[in-house]
Nanobody, 116 residues
């Protein structure tokens, strides 16, 4: 059974940091590119960051470049999103996504709220 379980969300003040984790099971994690998306209320889902299967290449949305870092540990079947200098506009549900040529798996999401 394929599972992607996000954790690490919560309430943080502007300028603060959070580290999201996504634990994968039920598929060969190291064969999949991993992505983080987010969706704020009333807005479309946005691709935030991508990392290739071996972790050699990353890409970021312009809105988070220089503040967010995606990484992965294939030995632990886990992908991370380190979020620094958080802004109120980063408030959203953050989703983990595993992508291959054949499959596209999603987690259930974790809420991140940036507010004073």
């Amino acid at each position: 059974q394929v599972q992607l379980v996000e954790s690490g969300g919560g309430l943080v003040q502007p300028g603060g940091s959070l580290r999201l984790s996504c634990a994968a099971s039920g598929f060969t994690f190291s064969n999949y590119a991993m992505r983080w998306h987010r969706q704020a209320p009333g807005k479309e889902r946005e691709l935030v960051a991508t990392i290739t299967s071996a972790g050699g290449s990353t890409n970021y949305a312009d809105s988070v470049k220089g503040r967010f870092t995606i990484s992965r540990d294939n030995a632990k079947n886990t992908v991370y999103l380190q979020m620094n200098s958080l802004k109120p506009e980063d408030t959203a549900v953050y989703y983990c996504n595993a992508l291959s040529r054949r499959n596209n798996y999603w987690g259930q999401g974790t809420q991140v709220t940036v507010s004073s």
